[in-house]
Each structure stands twice: as C-alpha cells, then as structure tokens.
C-alpha cells in the first residue's frame, strides 16, 4: 500500500475508529452504529489489544486495528 492509500487505510479509518468490535454472535447494549462485527473486517486484519505481542513481519494488505480493553478501535493501519 502507498502512503495515501494507508494514510485514510482505504476507507477502513473512517469505518472503525471510535466502534467497538464484536464477534458475529456477541449481544450488546450499544446501537449498531457504534459497533461492528468481526465478520464485516476484512480477511487479511489482526485486532491488537494493549501490551500484546505481535510478530514484526510487515504485510502490506493486513490492516492492523488497534482496540483498547474494551475493544473500542483507537486507529488503524496497513503493515
């Protein structure tokens, strides 16, 4: 991906940024606007929660999504 295309991550920014992300069956409280499922992300993606280990390998087409402890995306990028 070239840095134009990562600096908005096709559109996935916009998408996820300030939702929380739930499994497909997963029941909540919150309205659907606020939240996406892990079956609307795309294929190749890893959610990254805090302080946990990832491997260092840079895969241009993963989107990585970085979640908070509640899962709640703080940002998005491509590596």
Known sequence: MNNKANSGCD???DKLVGKTILRESEETALSEDQVVRENELPAIRRILPP???MTMDFRPERL???VDANRK????NYG
């Open 11 to 13: 559109g996935w920014r």
């Open 51 to 53: 302080n946990s280990m």
């Open 64 to 66: 990585n999504i970085h």
């Open 73 to 76: 995306v703080r940002s998005v």
